[in-house]
């Protein structure tokens, strides 16, 4: 295997990977009368609204005021990072012995190692990286919510609280 193509099996592991971690997951509302609103997208928020999508033809309205907790299952962390640590203790793996006509064998092998060692510690990366998002908003006012709700929505919550 020459180094252009472990360097293009190397990007084409990490595209991979960017697009399966990229995709979105959905949403679980508790409002405080009990009720669970589940999988749902989370659209906007106005003044005392959030917009959620339950289904690409249905959209629907809930009171901000009625909201006790927003959370996700934490997944997709596991896939993309261990095909990036497969991808990358296999270019590792080709570095170490560079490929040559009379060690082809000992560079497979070579590349083989890497790939499983790395693809080990990009699963156990993965596993330390996923964990569920919780928002606990019961005992939070109408503008606090409203900040926090914004914050999911643009993906930088500073309090967020994992499970």
Not at 41 to 64: E, H, Q
Not at 132 to 153: A, F, H, M, P, T
Request: hydrophobic letters at 45%; aromatic letters at 6%; charged letters at 15%.
């Amino acid at each position: 295997m020459t180094l252009q193509r472990a360097t293009l099996w190397l990007c084409s592991l990490f595209l991979i990977a960017t697009l399966a971690s990229a995709q979105e997951r959905e949403w679980n509302i508790l409002l405080v009368n009990g009720e669970e609103i589940q999988n749902v997208s989370l659209l906007s928020v106005g003044n005392d609204t959030l917009y959620i999508a339950r289904s690409a033809n249905f959209t629907d309205i809930v009171m901000v005021d009625s909201i006790a907790r927003i959370s996700r299952e934490g997944h997709g962390a596991v896939l993309p990072a261990t095909l990036i640590g497969i991808g990358a203790g296999g270019a590792l793996g080709l570095a170490v012995h560079p490929p040559s006509r009379n060690q082809s064998e000992a560079n497979v092998y070579s590349a083989l190692f890497g790939a499983v060692v790395g693809g080990a510690a990009g699963f156990l990366v993965g596993s330390i990286l996923q964990s569920d998002e919780v928002y606990d908003l019961k005992n939070v006012g109408r503008q606090e919510k409203l900040s926090i709700i914004d914050s999911i929505l643009r993906g930088n919550v500073p309090g967020r609280r994992s499970e």
